[in-house]
C-alpha cells in the first residue's frame, strides 16, 4: 500500500521576487546598514543554515527531527565511546526529553557547552574520536530554537540543572549527594514562534531510532518504553527494508571501521543506505561513491569479464557504514559525506576498494552459489539493456533534438543539481493537459518550479519492459526532463509532484504514473521525491473571507464560518482555478501527498491487481467496495 503524507514548502512568487530584487539606488547605505548580530539572534533568523529546514513534521527530514537527532548523536557518541549502552527517548505531545548513561557534561561546563557556539569537546584529543558531533553547533541551535531547554548532568554524586527559554539561561541549580547513574538528561520543547504549528510522526522517529540501533550494536534505545536493539546490524536493516524476496541471501561482510550488505533485487535502479560514524547520510557522498565503484570492479575482476558497471549494479539493495576520523559533511544537517580521506594517509576511495576487493572477492569464492547467482543477473541485465540499444539511441537523439525546445517541459532555472540555496526547493509539476498546465505556469516561481504537461492518460506500463520507456515518447520525453536516465545522483528536481485533477480519471492518470516510476525508477519513490498534489475541492466565501477546502468537512467548517449565504463553488478540475487563484495552492499553503514505500508494501501483487490483465476482478472488487450508493439509499429510507 501506498501512504501519504502532507507537506508545506516555503514559497516565493515571480512577483515577490521581483520585489525583492528591486534595489534603491537612492537608499543610504552607510554604516548604520552593517548589523553583526549574536550567534542565539543568527540561529533564530536563519535556522535553516543549521538545521535544513523547518516543516511542520511532516517530513523525515523536517527541523523537528533534526533537532532530536542532534541531541541524541552527542549521546550515540558517549556509547561509541564506551560509556552507557542505554538510550530513553520520550515524546509527550510537544515534549521530549533524552536521557543517556555516559559520563555525563563536566558539570563546571555545562552552561556553556549548550549555549555557546564554538564549544564542545570533539576539536581534538581522545575524549572522542569518530564521532558524529563535530562543529559544536547541533545542541546550541536546540537549545536556541527551544522555547524550552532544560539539561542535567550527573557525576560520581553530583549533579547540575540548568534550564534556558529560547537560548536564555533562566536557573541554574547544583547538587550533591545524588543517587541516579552517571549521564546527561535533556529536555525540549521546539518553539513555535519560530516553527509554527508542528506535531511528531513516530514512524519518522521510530525508523530514526531502528537506524540508531543497525549501526551500534550492543546499544539499547528505548523510545517511549519500547525497546530497540540490533543483533546483525547492516543486515538487520537491509532484511528489514526488502520489500520482495532478494535473489540470494544479502552478503554480509564487516571488518575494521567498515561494514557492508549486499543483495540484489527483481527490479530497476540501486537502492543503498549508508552511514558515516553511525550517522545516516541518505544523500551519500565519498563513501558512497567509493562503494558503487569498488563493487562494479571487484565483480569485474572476480569474473574476469568486462561487465557494464550498470548491468553489475541494476536492481542492488546494498547498505555500507564506515568510520571516519573527523568527517567533513556538506552541511550541518550532515546528509552528505565531502571527506575524501578516510584518516590521514588513506584515501576513501582506497580504504573501500581495498576492504571490497579483497573480502568480496572472498565471500563469492566461498559461497558460489551466490556467485552463480549473482552473475545470472548481471547476464540478464546485460541481455535486457543490449536488446533496448537500438531504440535507446534513437530515443536519445529525439530527446536531444526537443530539450532546447521541449514543447511539454516549461523548465525553471535553478535546478536540484546547481549549487543554489534554492537547490532542496526545486519541482516539477506533471499536469493533465494543456489548461491546467496553464495554469500552473501562469502562477508558478519560475526559478524553482517546473511544468510538464501530458496529453492525457499515459501508457499502462505494467508487466512492460524498460523498452517502453524509450518507445514511448512521453515516457522518453518525462525521462530526460528529470534527467535519470543514466543516474539518480543526475535528477534535476527535488520534488517530482503528480498534478491531476481530483476526479477519476485524475486519480486514474495518478496510478499510472505512480506505476511508471514503481516499475522503472524505484529510487524516485525510495528516496522521497514523489508527491501529489493536492487541490481544493471547494472555495466557500462571503464579502469579507475566501475559503478553500480540501474535503467536505472543511467545506462546511468553512460554511459555518461564512454563514448561510455564502458562495460555493465546486472544482472540477485544475482548468477551471484561475492562475492567480493556483498561487494559493503552490506556494507557502501547498499540500503534497508523499509517496512512499514500506517493508509490508507487497508492490508486485499490488501492481498485478489494479494494473493487471485481471479486469473482471477489479470490477467485482470495485463494485463490491461501492457504498455511496447504498448510503444513499438508506439515507432516503429515514426519510419516509
Do not use: W
Request: negative net charge.
Amino acid at each position: 500500500m501506498l501512504s501519504f503524507y502532507s507537506l508545506l514548502i516555503p514559497h516565493y512568487s515571480s512577483e515577490n521576487m521581483a520585489e525583492l530584487n528591486l534595489t534603491n539606488p537612492t537608499a543610504e547605505y552607510g554604516k548604520d546598514a552593517i548589523v553583526t548580530l549574536s550567534p542565539r539572534e543568527h540561529i533564530r533568523l536563519r535556522p535553516g543554515m543549521y538545521i535544513g529546514k523547518l516543516g511542520d513534521g511532516t517530513q523525515a527530514d523536517d527541523g523537528i527531527y533534526v533537532l532530536l537527532k542532534e541531541v541524541v548523536d552527542n549521546s550515540i557518541d558517549e556509547f561509541i565511546m564506551g560509556a552507557g549502552k542505554r538510550i530513553e527517548i520520550t515524546i509527550e505531545n510537544d515534549k521530549v526529553s533524552v536521557r543517556d548513561y555516559g559520563r555525563g557534561i563536566p558539570l563546571e561546563a555545562l552552561s556553556d557547552a549548550v549555549s555557546k557556539m564554538n564549544t564542545g569537546g570533539k576539536y581534538g584529543g581522545d575524549a572522542f574520536k569518530k564521532t558524529v558531533g563535530l562543529n559544536g553547533v547541533g545542541v546550541k541551535a536546540v537549545n536556541m530554537l527551544s522555547s524550552h531547554f532544560l539539561v542535567r548532568s550527573v557525576r560520581q554524586g553530583e549533579a547540575r540543572t540548568v534550564t534556558f527559554s529560547q537560548g536564555l539561561e533562566l536557573t541554574d541549580r547544583s547538587e550533591s549527594g545524588v543517587t541516579e547513574q552517571n549521564g546527561t538528561y535533556v529536555e525540549f520543547i521546539v518553539d513555535r514562534e519560530v516553527f509554527g504549528d508542528y506535531a511528531y510522526n513516530m514512524e519518522y522517529v521510530e525508523q530514526m531510532v531502528k537506524n540508531y540501533t543497525y549501526l551500534n550494536l550492543g546499544l539499547s534505545v528505548v523510545l517511549n518504553g519500547q525497546s530497540y536493539t540490533s543483533k546483525n546490524g547492516l543486515l538487520d536493516l537491509v532484511n528489514d527494508n526488502l520489500s520482495n524476496e532478494p535473489l540470494y541471501a544479502p552478503m554480509h561482510i564487516s571488518g575494521e571501521d567498515i561494514e557492508i550488505v549486499i543483495t540484489h533485487g527483481n527490479g530497476y535502479g540501486e537502492a543503498y543506505y549508508s552511514f558515516v560514524n553511525g550517522q545516516y547520510t541518505p544523500q551519500g557522498g565519498t563513501h558512497q561513491a567509493a562503494f558503487r565503484e569498488a563493487i562494479a570492479k571487484t565483480i569485474k575482476e572476480f569474473y574476469h569479464k568486462d561487465y557494464e558497471p550498470a548491468d553489475i549494479r541494476t536492481s542492488i539493495i546494498a547498505a555500507i557504514s564506515v568510520r571516519v576520523d573527523d568527517p567533513i559533511f556538506e552541511s550541518q544537517t550532515k546528509t552528505k559525506l565531502g571527506s575524501k580521506d578516510k584518516e590521514e594517509g588513506v584515501t576513501m576511495r582506497q580504504f573501500v576498494g581495498d576492504f571490497l576487493s579483497t573480502n568480496l572477492d572472498n565471500y563469492l569464492h566461498k559461497h558460489p552459489e551466490t556467485a552463480q547467482m549473482l552473475q545470472k543477473k548481471i547476464v540478464e541485465n546485460e541481455k535486457e539493456r543490449k536488446a533496448i540499444s537500438g531504440v535507446q539511441k534513437k530515443a536519445r537523439e529525439a530527446a536531444k533534438k526537443v530539450s532546447l525546445n521541449n514543447k511539454k517541459l516549461r523548465d525553471c532555472k535553478i535546478h536540484y543539481t546547481d549549487k543554489s540555496d534554492l537547490a532542496d526547493k526545486t519541482m516539477i509539476f506533471i499536469t493533465e493537459g494543456n489548461s491546467a498546465s496553464g495554469s500552473i505556469t501562469s502562477s508558478r516561481d519560475p526559478r524553482t518550479q517546473a511544468v510538464f504537461s501530458l496529453r492525457g492518460k499515459p501508457l499502462n506500463c505494467y508487466g512492460l519492459t524498460k523498452r517502453v520507456v524509450y518507445e514511448n515518447e512521453e515516457f522518453n520525453l518525462l525521462q530526460a526532463a528529470l534527467n535519470i536516465e543514466e543516474d539518480m545522483d543526475n535528477l534535476r528536481y527535488n520534488k517530482v509532484i503528480i498534478a491531476t485533477d481530483a476526479d477519476v480519471d485524475g486519480m486514474h492518470i495518478r496510478l499510472l504514473l505512480t506505476s511508471f516510476f514503481l516499475q522503472f525508477f524505484p529510487d524516485i519513490i525510495r528516496l522521497g521525491h514523489l508527491f501529489i498534489l493536492q487541490t481544493p475541492l471547494f472555495r466557500v466565501r462571503n464579502k469579507k473571507e475566501t475559503h478553500y477546502c480540501y474535503s467536505d468537512e472543511e467545506r462546511q467548517a468553512a460554511v459555518k464560518k461564512c454563514g448561510a449565504q455564502a458562495e460555493i463553488t465546486r472544482f472540477k478540475g485544475l482548468g477551471e482555478i484561475s492562475a492567480q487563484e493556483f498561487k494559493e495552492f503552490i506556494g507557502e499553503g501547498m499540500r503534497l501527498d508523499k509517496v512512499r514505500l514500506t517493508k509490508d508494501d507487497p508492490i508486485h501483487d499490488l501492481l498485478a491487481f489494479y494494473m493487471g490483465k485481471n479486469t473482471p476482478d477489479r470490477k467485482d472488487f470495485i463494485v463490491g467496495n461501492l457504498r455511496v450508493e447504498e448510503d444513499i439509499i438508506e439515507n432516503l429510507k429515514m426519510l419516509n
